[in-house]
């Protein structure tokens, strides 16, 4: 004879509820291993002891496990040295200096691919360098026109 539950013939399904509402409903009482006495020490608790010398630290969590770094992302490369010259000759008033360095460093970095760093302070050197370049040309172009002015001036 072959029952529905394959080779025992003598099986019997449990009976008992079978629905929720067939569950008496009682208040969750939690298993007396899981509750725990009040403390009865002194407040605050005393520090855990130090370890004696020559033996293995207790784990803390004050030390947080460390993770490997995630795969697919390599680590970052080095900062462009002539993207950090631009920027220090820019700062420092040598703005032709510091505008040839930015474009070395950009082009440097480009051709890294992205592993070498430092394109944020290379477009700084840039703008700091084209900027004092500009006033420049501004202060001769007001000097020129103050010396040509003055000379046309007649004396008495």
């Not at 490369?77 to 930015?102: H, N, Y």
């Not at 360098?129 to 008495?156: D, E, K, M, R, S």
């Amino acid at each position: 004879m072959t029952t529905p539950y394959g080779d025992y013939p003598n099986y019997q399904p449990p009976t008992g509820p079978t629905t929720q509402q067939e569950y008496p409903s009682q208040p969750y009482q939690p298993y007396p291993s899981q509750e725990q006495p009040p403390y009865q020490g002194s407040y605050p608790p005393p520090p855990p002891q130090q370890p004696q010398a020559g033996y293995a630290q207790p784990y803390s969590a004050q030390y947080p496990q460390q993770y490997a770094p995630t795969p697919g992302y390599p680590p970052p490369g080095p900062t462009s040295g002539m993207a950090i010259a631009s920027l220090v000759c820019s700062l420092l008033g040598i703005g032709l200096v510091g505008v040839i360095l930015g474009h070395l460093a950009l082009n440097e970095i480009n051709k890294s691919n992205g592993y070498t760093q430092g394109r944020g302070l290379a477009i700084a050197g840039l703008i700091i360098g084209y900027l004092q370049i500009a006033a420049a040309v501004v202060f001769i172009l007001i000097f020129i026109i103050g010396i040509a002015f003055a000379a046309n001036v007649p004396t008495q």
